[in-house]
């Protein structure tokens, strides 16, 4: 069974990803990879990094249609917790759900519904 990861990431890089045919985040060129997580881990994130903004996308991303290496490694926060990095753009194929991301009124993130 395919254990997906996730991406947050905003609707204007989603849509400029979607037109070139693969997907770069910022982190690429600043830190070497793309930052993702577990399900599970998609609110803290969210919450601790994304409070209060607008306009947000999820990406559901299949690893085994990755064409770029992608590793466990620990986060900055958690030594002992482990996240998906991405080391190289993300190419169409392996992203098999993309869902609207919003924060409520008081800037806090809740899963969308298809990842309840």
């Known amino acids: 069974?395919?254990?997906y990861v996730f991406h947050i990431t905003t609707h204007t890089a989603w849509s400029?990803?979607?037109?070139s045919g693969e997907y770069r985040a910022d982190s690429l060129e600043q830190?070497?990879?793309i930052h993702?997580?577990?399900?599970?881990q998609i609110?803290?994130?969210a919450n601790n990094y994304y409070a209060g903004q607008q306009g947000l996308r999820i990406l559901m991303l299949d690893p085994n249609e990755l064409k770029a290496k992608m590793c466990?490694?620990?986060?900055?926060d958690k030594a002992d917790e482990l996240f998906p990095?991405?080391?190289g753009p993300v190419n169409l194929e392996a992203v098999v759900g993309v869902f609207d991301f919003e924060s409520d009124p008081?800037?806090?993130?809740s899963l969308p519904a298809g990842l309840k």
């Open 1 to 3: 069974m395919t254990q």
């Open 16 to 19: 400029a990803g979607k037109k």
């Open 85 to 87: 990095h991405i080391y």
């Open 31 to 33: 830190a070497g990879f």
């Open 106 to 109: 008081d800037g806090k993130f």
């Open 36 to 40: 993702c997580c577990k399900a599970a």
């Open 43 to 45: 609110l803290r994130v």
């Open 72 to 76: 466990w490694e620990p986060g900055s």
